[in-house]
């Protein structure tokens, strides 16, 4: 008696077991064909001394908060971070946004953030210098822009970053390149393209 109800109780947690593999693997497969197209590790500006390195796409937002785009919505959003063996990085995030209205809304958000970030900056470090320039709409899908930041502290390495804020129909994509450096060390005409391949590639 006991041996036939041992017998009956794993064959109960064996079934059960392979249902809750099943589930799992259903939803891993369901959020991974719900991330939008991202950017690879060549499609970034060339590094002249390092290959990118690209993570894998995540979803939610990065764990740290991303510079001059703090307090953007977690919602519907995935990531992918990009390192090289120096001090350049870059950053995607993409988000799926319930309308074309909605996604628009986010867009023109990002960009405001990006527009206002060198004097925010300044406001909180008021011994240090910060600059920035717009460098133009792309005409892609429902258009994209492109910006560059400067920031400098006394007695420290300044730095720049680069934001391409793009959207398709409810899709938005925020790319996000940075070094040490100033506005004239970034490689814009290479990351336009960048973000051109970044907002084309939202819905392969």
């Not at 979803?59 to 959003?77: D, I, M, N, T, Y």
């Not at 023109?108 to 990006?114: G, I, P, Q, T």
């Not at 004097?119 to 709409?137: F, N």
């Not at 492109?146 to 793009?166: D, K, Q, R």
């Amino acid at each position: 008696m006991f041996r036939r109800t041992g017998t009956l109780l794993s064959a109960v947690l064996a079934a059960a077991a392979a249902l809750t593999l099943t589930a799992s693997a259903t939803a891993t497969a369901g959020t991974a064909a719900a991330a939008p197209g991202f950017l690879r590790g060549t499609d970034l500006p060339p590094h002249p001394s390092s290959p990118w390195y690209e993570g894998q796409v995540a979803k939610g937002l990065p764990e740290l908060p991303v510079f001059c785009l703090e307090g953007v919505p977690a919602g519907g959003s995935w990531h992918r971070q990009f390192g090289t063996e120096f001090d350049t990085g870059a950053l995607q995030v993409s988000w799926r946004t319930a309308s074309a209205g909605a996604a628009a809304k986010l867009a023109a958000s990002l960009e405001r953030k990006v527009a206002a970030c060198a004097a925010d900056w300044l406001r909180v470090h008021p011994g240090g210098t910060a600059s920035w320039q717009d460098h133009g709409p792309l005409a892609v899908e429902e258009g994209a822009h492109v910006y560059g930041v400067h920031t400098s502290l006394p007695e420290s390495e300044p730095g720049v970053h680069l934001y391409g804020i793009g959207r398709d129909g409810a899709t938005v994509t925020v790319v996000q390149w940075g070094q040490m450096g100033n506005l004239s060390d970034a490689p814009v005409p290479a990351f336009r393209t960048t973000t051109t391949t970044a907002v084309n590639r939202l819905h392969p």
